[in-house]
């Protein structure tokens, strides 16, 4: 699978989203006091990552469906 494929396949291009509203959560939470820089880059990161593995996961389910309504797109072998 190329990395085209597998970008396409996990939605990266979506993923900034997630990780935004997590960050946005977080300093929302924070109330004004100061946080960590750390903790706000890894909870984004783990958000992004969690949003595409969700991606994959809906693909999975889905997959006999999207081969007869979208033979098209990239799906999971």
Same mark, same amino acid.
């Given at each position: 699978m190329a990395l085209r494929d597998l970008l396409h396949l996990t939605r990266a291009s979506l993923a900034p989203t997630a990780a935004a509203d997590s960050l &946005?959560?977080?300093l929302i939470g924070l109330g004004g006091t100061s946080g960590s820089w750390m903790t706000? &880059? =890894?909870l984004a990161a783990a958000s992004a990552c969690l949003y595409m593995a969700g991606m994959? =996961?809906?693909? =999975?389910s889905d997959l006999e469906r999207d081969r007869v309504l979208h033979p098209g797109r990239v799906l999971p072998a």
């Amino acid at each position: 699978m190329a990395l085209r494929d597998l970008l396409h396949l996990t939605r990266a291009s979506l993923a900034p989203t997630a990780a935004a509203d997590s960050l &946005a959560g977080y300093l929302i939470g924070l109330g004004g006091t100061s946080g960590s820089w750390m903790t706000a &880059a =890894l909870l984004a990161a783990a958000s992004a990552c969690l949003y595409m593995a969700g991606m994959v =996961l809906n693909d =999975l389910s889905d997959l006999e469906r999207d081969r007869v309504l979208h033979p098209g797109r990239v799906l999971p072998a």
